[in-house]
C-alpha cells in the first residue's frame, strides 16, 4: 500500500519561506516522478513543480525562480522549497506520485496522493 504523507505547511508572513515535506511509504519514489500540486477554496487542482524520475525538474510558471522541488532518496522524500511567498500561494498542496518516471502537469498523471498540508501566507 502506497502512502504519502506531507508535513510542513503553516502561516507565513508575505515574502518568508516555508519547505514542505512529502514522505513516502510503499513506494520508491526514485523509481517514479513526483509532483506537488495546489488547490486554492473553490479551484481546481493545479500544477505547481514535478520531478522526474531522472531528477529533471519542471514549475509552473507563477513559481518559477521562487520554487525549488528536490528529492532524497535516502529518506524516500520529496520537498517543495518555497521561499519569496505570495498571499495567491495560499493554498492546499498535496503531493503525488505518477505511474511512470515521466511527470505530467495534469493531475490524472499521478496514482497516489497525501492528504494535503494548508500553506496559508498573510499579507
Known amino acids: 500500500q502506497v502512502r504519502l504523507v506531507e508535513s510542513g505547511g503553516g502561516l507565513v508572513q508575505a515574502g518568508g519561506s516555508l519547505r514542505l515535506s512529502c514522505a513516502a511509504s510503499g513506494r520508491t519514489l526514485s523509481n517514479y516522478a513526483s509532483g506537488w500540486f495546489s488547490q486554492a477554496p473553490g479551484k481546481e487542482r493545479e500544477f505547481v513543480a514535478a520531478?522526474?524520475?531522472?531528477?529533471?525538474?519542471y514549475y509552473a510558471d507563477s513559481v518559477k525562480g521562487r520554487f525549488t522541488i528536490s528529492r532524497e532518496n535516502a529518506k524516500n522524500t520529496v520537498y517543495l522549497q518555497m521561499n519569496s511567498l505570495k498571499s495567491e500561494d495560499r493554498a492546499v498542496y498535496y503531493c503525488?506520485?505518477?505511474?511512470?518516471?515521466?511527470?505530467?502537469?495534469?493531475?490524472?498523471?499521478?496514482?497516489?496522493w497525501g492528504q494535503g498540508t494548508q500553506v496559508t501566507v498573510s499579507s
Open positions: 520531478i522526474s524520475r531522472s531528477g529533471s525538474t
Open positions: 503525488a506520485t505518477g505511474a511512470t518516471g515521466i511527470p505530467g502537469l495534469n493531475p490524472y498523471s499521478y496514482d497516489y
